[in-house]
């Protein structure tokens, strides 16, 4: 079946960029996106990407995608302690039907 | 709601008991979702409903667990005979995507199931 994988851990020094990575299986994800869990919240939209682009900035973050490769990252410049969270990449085959998980990336900043 | 409401927001049960969790979408949103949070595993689908359609219950883990969503609203998400692999986080998440128009999910905060 579908899967998505996710580097477990990351930890970056404020101020520096952050790279978070993703590698997915299904070549029909359409739609691709980046959420953000912090300790004892739900799960924010941080981001997303059609499959039909390379790359969206939106403020710090910057999603790249290589379709061929099937991995998508996601860059936040000049990380501040406030981005320490987890975040999950997850991949969608079409318009509403469920969105497939990575494990989440633990992103810790220190100061 | 402004938000996607879940309850209770723990629950710890004894193994074997049933438990009922609810999801409050937000007001027009015709998909709702579950998924389980276990620890170190990513989000796991359980259960999709669209509109009125038949639910998608392929995420389902065993014939335990069920679902229902009533009037196109409020849903239960029901685990009969609990085990304690059962202990997760149970989010449940809001869309008005459709099969032709896709829009971003929105999660409630989850329940946090305890089976002891």
């Known amino acids: 079946g579908e899967d998505v994988e996710q580097s477990l851990f990351l930890s970056v020094r404020e101020g520096d960029s952050s790279v978070i990575n993703c590698t997915y299986t299904?070549?029909?994800?359409?739609?691709l996106y980046w959420y953000k869990q912090e300790p004892g919240a739900g799960l924010q939209l941080l981001t997303y990407?059609?499959?039909?682009?390379d790359m969206k900035q939106d403020q710090r973050l910057t999603v790249l995608l290589n379709k061929k490769d099937k991995h998508l990252s996601l860059r936040i410049a000049d990380t501040q302690t406030g981005d320490s969270a987890i975040y999950f990449c997850?991949?969608?085959?079409?318009?509403?039907?469920?969105?497939?998980f990575g494990k989440g990336t633990t992103l810790s900043v220190s100061s | 709601g402004a938000g996607v409401s879940q309850s209770p927001s723990n629950k710890v049960t004894e193994k074997g008991k049933d438990v009922e969790l609810r999801c409050d979408p937000i007001?027009?949103?015709?998909?709702l979702y579950w998924y389980r949070q276990s620890l170190g595993q990513g989000l796991e689908f359980l259960i999709y409903?669209?509109?009125?359609?038949?639910?998608?219950k392929s995420g389902l883990p065993s014939d335990r667990f069920s679902a229902e969503r009533t009037g196109g609203s409020v849903s239960t998400l029901t685990i009969q005979r609990t085990q304690q692999e059962d202990s997760a986080v149970y989010l449940c998440?809001?869309?008005?995507?459709?099969?032709?128009?896709?829009?971003?999910?929105?999660f409630g905060s989850g329940t946090r199931l305890t089976v002891v």
């Open positions: 998440a809001s869309s008005l995507a459709d099969s032709t128009n896709n829009y971003g999910y929105t």
């Open positions: 990407i059609f499959s039909n682009m």
């Open positions: 007001s027009g949103h015709t998909a």
């Open positions: 997850a991949v969608q085959r079409r318009a509403g039907t469920a969105l497939i």
């Open positions: 299904d070549s029909s994800s359409t739609y």
């Open positions: 409903f669209q509109g009125n359609s038949a639910p998608d």
